[in-house]
């Protein structure tokens, strides 16, 4: 967007001097300027948004508004301006706010400041400043580099003297070790045989309570099934009771109804019977004989089934209270196993815990014994080398024992030659001869050793 200043000046009381700038000769821009109270006056332009040109994508409309200071005179500027593609530019005299279009070449305007050179302080020794910085800080990390490096080499150092006098000890003490390892390893092995023993006397003691365990499962089985037979003859005779129930009851009606027929009919009807009164029969006793009859053989068989129907009421409850005490013990049974099973469990993590530790122990024992056996060449080896170098330094001590034999006697050998030679030069006696036969003897003697 871009925003296009004009500029007027009135010189009489209504006329005003107005200039403008369009963004395309096509487009419509319309400004108007307002008179002011003031000599000299300034005008803004605002744009604002209009469909008057068809041109321009966005639409443009200006107008201007004139604010003037008072100075004495009245005049006014205004200024307008489209944002558009094109440039232009013009300037018309207006009156009563009114102005004309005009087209012209509009000035650019160019800010000075910005073509000025920027004032960078830069002084020009920091880059070899810089540079010394670089070499100082170089020449520390170096110096740091190698304090680190005599620092892990004195604390290796300390580190290796520390091990050897580790070693030395060790060394001290590796004899009454070895001599006493053997023995903790036998008591170590016998105590694991004995923990070994005692686990497989409960791996067996459990192995028998798991056959118990087995058996009482197959009993509990066969007493299920027993039950389970018991309590179908159960529900099938108690099925056969409620069936002779109901048929007691069907007789029982269908007699009442037949005695009740029976009574109805002699009311309704007339007999008539031919008696013969010649036999003096009583029937009125018979009748009351087959009547108690009846009744007797009516009671005897209720009597009967309520023996029946009890004895086995009896033989069920009987049966019931077994069940009742077969399932109480199958029950506990359970619990048991499931105890027995508890503890065959925790007995056999025991078991492996402790195969697991006797394994490792003797793994332990083993490696121990390896380095004994290790140490034990180790000392070996280092005794043949110290016995080899006795050997060789009674040796050289031998070849210098014999030099210094061999010494002593050259020695010997020349003190008694100059001896000799002492002797031979002590002053002759007054005789010439003799002494003259003397010296030749001696020289002849001397040439004689030689």
Not at 108 to 136: A, G, M
Request: glycine letters at 8%; charged letters at 30%; a neutral charge.
């Amino acid at each position: 967007m871009s925003q296009q200043l004009s500029a007027g000046r009135s010189f009489h009381g209504r006329r005003f001097f107005s200039s403008s700038s369009a963004a395309s000769s096509m487009s419509r821009c319309r400004s108007s300027a307002f008179p002011s109270a003031g000599l000299f006056g300034r005008g803004y332009g605002a744009w604002s948004h209009s469909s008057e040109s068809p041109p321009n994508p966005e639409g443009c409309k200006w107008v201007s508004s004139a604010h003037s200071l008072r100075q004495g005179a009245r005049g006014g500027w205004g200024c307008r301006g489209v944002h558009g593609s094109g440039e232009g530019g013009g300037h018309g005299f207006g009156f009563h706010g009114r102005s004309c279009r005009g087209e012209g070449i509009r000035a650019v305007l160019v800010n000075e400041s910005l073509l000025q050179p920027l004032e960078v302080k830069i002084d020009p020794e920091i880059q070899h400043i810089r540079k010394q910085e670089r070499e100082q800080m170089k020449s520390l990390n170096n110096q740091f580099a190698s304090l680190i490096d005599k620092v892990r080499v004195q604390r290796l150092e300390q580190q290796n003297r520390v091990l050897a006098t580790k070693w030395d000890l060790l060394q001290k003490q590796v004899l009454p070790c070895r001599k006493n390892i053997e023995h903790i390893f036998d008591n170590v092995i016998c105590s694991l045989q004995r923990k070994l023993d005692s686990l497989l006397h409960e791996k067996g003691r459990y192995q028998q309570e798991g056959n118990r365990h087995t058996a009482a499962e197959n009993e509990f089985v066969l007493l299920k099934k027993d039950a389970d037979c018991v309590y179908l003859a159960k529900v099938e005779l108690e099925a056969k009771v409620e069936t002779l129930k109901q048929e007691t009851e069907f007789l029982k009606c269908v007699s009442a109804q037949e005695i009740a027929e029976l009574e109805r009919n002699p009311c309704d009807t007339s007999v008539i019977v031919k008696m013969d009164n010649s036999r003096g029969l009583e029937m009125e006793g018979v009748l009351r004989s087959v009547a108690s009859w009846y009744e007797d053989m009516a009671q005897k068989s209720k009597m009967e089934l309520d023996a029946l129907y009890r004895t086995r009421v009896s033989c069920s409850i009987q049966r019931w209270i077994l069940d009742s005490l077969s399932r109480q013990e199958i029950e506990e049974l359970g619990f048991v196993i499931q105890r027995r099973q508890c503890d065959l469990e925790n007995v056999k993590k025991q078991v492996s815990s402790l195969q697991t530790s006797v394994c490792d122990a003797e793994q332990r024992g083993d490696c121990a014994l390896k380095d004994a056996w290790e140490k034990h060449v180790e000392l070996q080896n280092a005794l043949q080398k110290a016995k080899d170098e006795l050997a060789c330094m009674l040796r050289d001590y031998q070849e210098l024992l014999n030099v210094k034999l061999a010494l002593d006697i050259e020695i010997a050998t020349y003190k008694t030659l100059l001896e000799g030679e002492e002797s031979r030069w002590v002053p002759p006696p007054p005789c010439v001869g003799t002494a003259q036969s003397l010296g030749l003897s001696s020289r002849d003697k001397e040439a004689g050793k030689c």
